[in-house]
């Protein structure tokens, strides 16, 4: 009740005032005739109190309790004082005013009748001081006054809730023209580091492998101030990257979440709780995202359609996944449509293998819960590295390449075969990059005995020139993947990731040699990862049912969350053991029918 009084505007502490002030002077005349009323006095003074404070009470809960217990209270008692006093039936005029300008949503079609035509009858039957006729138009003046005040009310709510809701509504657009401006420059930025960021550190890896190839002392100046310019542009590109990086970034879910909250209620007269439970963890920029989003919708839509004063937003850390509910206190429905918005909120979770779940009913409000699984942003763990080339500008290159990423260590650097045995056997490395053509023991030989020695070592042949046949001799060893050093970094970071994981990694420059020499049976691959009779692990097999649904590339590395040349290398090596050339031909191969 008391929050219900918080909410009154100006008109309703003036019904308040006037109904007081009657309900007085109605008490005190009611005791100066006490001595002609018909039963006890208490009767009467008790009938008048409630008379007062019964339709007042039920006027809070809702307008027809009101309407009714006004009728009959005060209407009852009107029509008893003047079967008493004639003259008294001028003390219904108020109550009139009342009855009528608390008629809401058409109760004016049932209340009206029963205030201008019935009771004014029986008043003229009782009081006989003035006819039915001039009782009736005397009234329906005050009843009409009283509706006019109604619809005056009604006028004043609206533009009210029109006001608050073009505040939010404008608050909601800067938000939503903030996000998308950070979701823009987080794209660009991606975009620049996959293209120029790549494109730079392939044309520094291009120019120092051109080094071996020029004798003069001019040839070497030329290359040493083309290396000099390349690197500074792109130490130029990280800046401008680490300048665009959103600061939205540094922030966590809970304080993104409470800086939306603060902003929200500037722009809003509605009361936001936001809440937690369990212990936070990182979560993906991309959880985060949608979460953020998820709330910024729901609060705006419980303003605008449920007409909320009220919002209790609960954040839940759970084990396996992440749990936002947002329940309002507005109006509800019992017929629940999905907009635009609540379609995209949907559509967003839905990318990460998530819900959004409505409930809504008339009286209680609307409860939105997004629910998205744990996808932590888990740190790579450390991927100890030995490089082995017999070019020295190659190694140096690689090593400068390598060191920017954070999960990476670089052990050594060997220069062949031998030597790289070598380090094996000092400190056994996680991933060897192995080059082919090496002077004295080369790659494929050496890659023999490692794996022969250190089966848990992972060798990655990474070579210049498209040398099929020693590809193929060095997969037969036991290799655990092929690689171009024309591969753009992030491919080659990926791909040593991989590598590391126990995938097998296969450039699809060489697929089509390959189909027709795999005989491979590598020592590395442990028995347990043999899914079928073709030998395809349990992610080759769930990449083959997605391309089997006609799924494209970069559509099945956003749902596995693969970059789009990862998937590209898994389909290369999911074609190769099944000895086909295309995807068709792979998929009625591997499950029997063509899709």
């Known amino acids: 009740m008391f929050n219900l009084v918080k909410q009154w505007f100006w008109y309703d502490w003036l019904v308040l005032l006037f109904r007081i002030c009657f309900s007085t002077s109605f008490m005190i005349t009611m005791c100066y005739l006490s001595e002609d009323f018909t039963i006890p006095f208490w ?17 809070q809960l809702h307008y027809k ?8 209270l005060s209407g009852g008692l009107c029509l008893y004082l003047a079967a008493l006093f004639p003259e008294s039936y001028v003390t219904f005029l108020p109550i009139a005013f009342m009855i009528a300008s608390n008629s809401a949503q058409k109760s004016y079609r049932w209340s009206a009748p029963i205030t201008v035509i019935l009771i004014p009858i029986m008043l003229s039957r009782l009081s006989q001081q003035m006819d039915a006729v001039s009782m009736i138009l005397n009234i329906g003046l005050v009843y009409t006054l009283g509706f006019a005040f109604h619809l005056l009310v009604v006028n004043h709510k609206q533009s009210g809730i029109i006001k608050d809701q073009n505040a ?21 930025s991606k975009d620049l580091h996959d293209t120029v960021g790549h494109s730079y550190t392939s044309i520094i890896m291009g120019l120092e492998t051109l080094r071996s190839e020029v004798d003069t002392p001019d040839g070497e100046q030329k290359i040493d101030t ?7 542009g792109l130490d130029d590109v990280r800046r401008y990257l680490h300048h665009v ?35 936070a963890y990182t979560i993906s920029k991309q959880a985060k995202m949608t979460l953020y989003r998820c709330l910024q919708e729901s609060i705006t839509n419980a303003v605008r359609h ?22 309002d206190n507005g109006l509800g429905t019992k017929d629940l449509k999905a907009g635009f918005g609540v379609n995209a909120m949907k559509e967003r979770a839905s990318n990460l293998q998530g819900q959004v779940y409505l409930y809504s009913k008339p009286g209680e409000g609307t409860l939105v819960t997004c629910s998205l699984p744990r996808l932590e942003e888990i740190q790579e763990e450390t991927v100890r590295l030995l490089l082995v080339d017999d070019q020295p500008y190659i190694r140096d290159s690689l090593r400068i390449i390598l060191e920017q990423e954070p999960d990476f260590e670089i052990l050594g650097l060997a220069e062949n075969g031998e030597q790289a045995i070598s380090f094996c056997e000092q400190d056994q490395p996680h991933v060897v990059l192995m080059d082919l053509n090496m002077p004295g023991m080369d790659g494929a030989e050496a890659t023999k005995l490692i794996k022969q020695k250190w089966p848990g070592v992972r060798v990655l042949i990474l070579t210049t020139f498209q040398e099929t046949d020693m590809a193929v001799e060095a997969l037969q060893n036991g290799a655990d993947g092929y690689l171009l050093k024309s591969t753009e970094p992030q491919e080659l970071f990926e791909g040593i990731r ?44 769930e990449i083959l049912e997605c391309l089997s649904k006609g799924m494209r590339y970069k559509s099945i590395a956003a749902k596995l969350y693969l970059s789009d040349g990862t998937v590209r290398n898994y389909a290369s090596t999911i074609y190769a053991k099944l000895g086909v050339r295309k995807r068709e031909e792979a998929v009625e191969k591997a499950f029997g029918t063509s899709e």
């Open 43 to 59: 009767i009467a003074f008790v009938w008048g109190v409630l008379s007062f404070s019964v339709p007042w009470f039920c006027l």
């Open 65 to 72: 309790y009101y309407l009714i217990a006004e009728i009959l």
């Open 168 to 188: 939010v509504l404008e608050q909601y657009i800067s938000q939503v023209e903030r996000m998308t401006l950070l979701e823009e420059r987080d794209r660009l």
């Open 226 to 232: 083309l290396l000099k310019l390349t690197r500074n």
């Open 245 to 279: 990086g959103s600061s939205q970034d540094s922030l966590t879910l809970m304080q993104s979440l409470q800086k939306l909250v603060d902003d929200f209620q500037t722009f809003s007269k509605v009361k936001v709780r936001l809440r937690t439970f369990g212990e």
């Open 306 to 327: 449920g007409q909320a004063s009220e919002i209790v937003i609960t954040l839940h850390y759970e084990e396996k996944l992440i749990r936002l509910e947002v329940q």
């Open 498 to 541: 991989l590598v590391h994981r126990g995938v097998k990694m296969i450039t699809p420059d060489i697929t089509n040699v390959l189909i027709d020499h795999y005989e491979m049976h590598p020592s590395s691959e442990a028995p347990t990862e043999q899914s079928n009779e073709y030998g395809l692990t349990p992610r080759e097999l």
